[in-house]
């Protein structure tokens, strides 16, 4: 008997039988749908995180102040910033803005909030991608220049303070102090240092004066930390050596102490979140494979089941020419049909439940082609390897035995 | 193994122009018995039993006095616990389990005394099913289960299961079957007893008329108008033949 033959037959009988095949098929088609779902919220969610995370804008490196190095002064100033962007010292940096952050009462009529007002310099919202804006203009050189008490407020503060007001024109009081109201920002939805839509922004120059008047031991104006944009990946690595060596000259480091200030790099906090979300993303797929297995031995279990059940049939057909190999064929294929069959239920079922998840939970979900072919692979090898004991248990019945099962 | 069986054909050919003197089956002092726990049942106990090409035979006897048993050896289903059986030439002892059932498939056919028939499926694949597993293509297969159906009166219940037919047509579609291979032996186990006279009748005219074109039958049955019809009547007792 050929293979094709052997096929029929059990297609046959998984046709003759439907509720013992579809309840066989069961635990497969529920380990691959759960193995589907799980890993398209896994890849969705690691997908989320690095977009929101490159969004706000790659190849920067966050300077700030080491205080325990630093003996409790602020480390840094303007002078850092301009010789940063001084191409001679830092060749491999393109941009360089500084911040002076600090936490202040924001008073707008009756509301009163608690909340980050971060001086800065004019390109400080537009390196970090903050330069959509709901209502208004951002901060020009001439306010810094001439430490004008003008403020841009992100999304969720203003809508905090003025709900549907505008507040465009408007005054608002930070640490006693009115300021106008200039621009409004598009909501972020995070951000690196504390949640930008949170935040108040006023011109460095007058956050310097009127709100953090901290100054660095040799007595010049202190910035909370200072943002460097490196000319590209590549250049990531030879832009924060030019940092440290200008900084260290920049406040008369000597030779074998340690930095008063500490580098922070986008690219290593994305791969650590990398590595977070693929450990996430396998968590969750042993998950579904332990589901596989147990499908698989469901599988097993009923393929035994039914190589007993079905005892008589095998003696029969032995005793009418069935050769070993035809009856292990036969119920070996029958095992992987169903569980391949049951696989590609699967798929269409995790696929449902992703797109309804997906749906319901506001979740990105992503279906990659490599689950799907994993999956069905393993399937099929679920289906061989517990099919193959049932199948030899059959093929070795004796025909006059078989035949006499009741 | 392929060598063996294909010499077997030559010497089983149903035409018997290649038969020779020796007798297609030969038992010597065959035995078996079943444990049953600490009790041992001695179904055969030294059967000695030649029968030519072409014979018809017709075995009797009491109930449990082995008939089944033996049908089982002669059609290679069971092997004895001692003694020799040789099937057209070959040492059946010495062949294995798929050798037999290439036998049973091309050389037997076989009815059972409780039919055997697959639950679930229709009359035509029961009979399609040995020669699928001789490799009959799947037109062949149909074309010659139709006919062997049609030869027994079941022409017009091609498509019904089991548990749609009655016993007698059951136990007829159990001889189409053995019948579909065109084998050189026929081993029927009581094939007239879900039938009834006039039936029974067809069948037997039936088996005369296979046997007179060169097939050997052996076929047990209680009934002794049925035995008359054979050549020669071996009656069994407590596991061993009587004269
Ligand atoms: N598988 C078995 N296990 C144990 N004992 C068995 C088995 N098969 C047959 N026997 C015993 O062997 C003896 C012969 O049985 P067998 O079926 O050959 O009888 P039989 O002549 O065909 O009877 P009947 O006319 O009722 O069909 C009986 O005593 C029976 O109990
Ligand atoms: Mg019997």
């Known amino acids: 008997m050929n293979l094709s033959e052997s096929l029929y037959t059990a297609l046959d009988s998984i046709l003759a039988n439907k509720m013992r095949s579809v309840l066989t098929m069961l635990g497969v088609i529920i380990g691959v749908a759960s193995v589907i779902a799980l890993m398209a919220i896994g890849n969705g969610f690691s997908e989320d995180i690095t977009g929101q995370i490159s969004s706000i804008g790659s190849n920067l490196l966050t300077i700030s102040t080491d205080m325990e190095a630093s003996g409790g002064y602020p480390a840094l100033s303007m002078a850092d910033v301009a010789a940063l962007s001084d191409p001679l010292n830092a060749p491999d940096i393109t941009e360089v803005s500084a911040t002076v952050q600090s936490n202040q009462t924001v008073v707008f009529g009756g509301e009163e909030k608690n909340t980050a007002v971060a001086g800065i310099t004019e390109n400080t919202l537009s390196m970090s991608s903050l330069d959509e804006f709901q209502l208004g203009d951002g901060l020009t050189q001439n306010d810094i220049d001439l430490q004008s008490r003008v403020a841009v407020l992100g999304a969720g503060i203003a809508s905090d303070l003025y709900g549907s007001e505008y507040p465009i024109g408007t005054q608002i009081k930070i640490n006693g102090v009115s300021y106008e109201v200039v621009g409004v920002l598009e909501e972020s939805g995070g951000g690196l240092a504390g949640d930008t839509d949170d935040t108040v922004y006023i011109?460095?120059?007058?956050?310097?004066?009127?709100?953090?008047?901290?100054?660095?031991?040799?007595?010049?104006?202190?910035?909370?930390?200072?943002?460097?944009?490196?000319?590209?990946?590549?250049?990531?690595?030879?832009?924060?050596?030019?940092?440290?060596?200008?900084?260290?000259?920049?406040?008369?480091?000597?030779?074998?102490e340690d930095d008063d200030f500490g580098i922070f790099d986008q690219s290593s906090l994305l791969d650590t979140i990398n590595t977070?979300?693929?450990?996430?993303?396998?968590?969750?797929?042993?998950?579904?494979?332990?589901?596989?297995?147990?499908?698989?031995?469901?599988?097993?279990?009923?393929?035994?089941?039914?190589?007993?059940?079905?005892?008589?049939?095998?003696?029969?057909?032995?005793?009418?020419?069935?050769?070993?190999?035809?009856?292990?064929?036969?119920?070996?294929?029958?095992?992987?049909?169903?569980?391949l069959l049951g696989g590609f239920l699967g798929i269409i079922l995790g696929w449902?439940?992703?797109?309804?998840?997906?749906?319901a939970f506001d979740l990105t979900m992503v279906i990659a082609p490599e689950t799907v072919l994993l999956s069905v692979s393993f399937a099929a090898g679920v289906g061989l390897i517990f099919g193959i004991y049932p199948a030899w248990r059959a093929s070795n019945l004796r025909p006059i035995e078989a035949l006499r099962y009741e | 193994m392929i060598d063996v069986t294909e010499q077997t054909t030559e010497m089983m050919g149903a035409n018997g122009r290649n038969a020779t003197d020796t007798a297609v089956i030969q038992m010597r002092n065959i035995t078996k018995s079943y444990e049953m726990g600490t009790q041992v049942v001695h179904a055969l106990r030294g059967i000695d039993l030649d029968i030519e090409e072409g014979e018809y035979v017709a075995i009797m006897g009491p109930s449990g006095s082995g008939k089944s048993t033996l049908m089982n050896m002669i059609g290679c289903l069971d092997v004895p616990n001692s003694g020799a059986y040789r099937l057209g030439g070959d040492d059946v002892s010495a062949l294995t389990s798929d050798d037999r059932a290439r036998i049973r498939n091309r050389h037997i056919g076989f009815v059972f005394q409780q039919f055997n028939l697959l639950p679930r499926t229709s009359a035509l694949k029961q009979v399609m099913l040995p020669l699928m597993y001789a490799g009959v293509s799947r037109g062949e297969r149909a074309r010659r289960a139709k006919e062997a159906l049609e030869l027994v009166g079941l022409g017009d219940r091609l498509d019904h299961r089991p548990d749609e037919l009655s016993g007698g047509q059951q136990q007829r579609v159990a001889i189409a079957r053995a019948l579909v291979t065109q084998p050189s032996i026929i081993l029927a186990d009581e094939p007239t007893g879900a039938l009834d006279t006039h039936t029974g009748d067809e069948l037997m005219n039936l088996f005369d008329n296979l046997n007179q074109k060169g097939m050997t039958i052996i076929m047990v049955t209680h009934e002794p108008m049925v035995a008359e019809r054979a050549h020669r009547t071996i009656w069994l007792r407590d596991g061993l033949i009587q004269n």
């Open chain 1, 203 to 256: 011109p460095i120059t007058t956050a310097q004066s009127r709100l953090s008047t901290s100054r660095t031991r040799d007595g010049q104006k202190a910035v909370t930390f200072i943002t460097a944009q490196a000319a590209g990946a590549e250049q990531v690595e030879a832009a924060i050596e030019q940092v440290t060596e200008t900084l260290r000259e920049q406040h008369n480091i000597a030779y074998g």
């Open chain 1, 276 to 339: 977070v979300t693929a450990s996430l993303t396998a968590f969750l797929g042993a998950i579904a494979a332990i589901a596989l297995v147990v499908g698989g031995i469901g599988i097993m279990n009923i393929m035994l089941v039914s190589v007993t059940e079905r005892t008589r049939e095998i003696g029969i057909r032995k005793a009418i020419g069935a050769l070993r190999r035809d009856i292990l064929l036969q119920f070996l294929l029958e095992s992987m049909m169903l569980s």
């Open chain 1, 352 to 359: 449902a439940i992703s797109m309804a998840a997906g749906a």
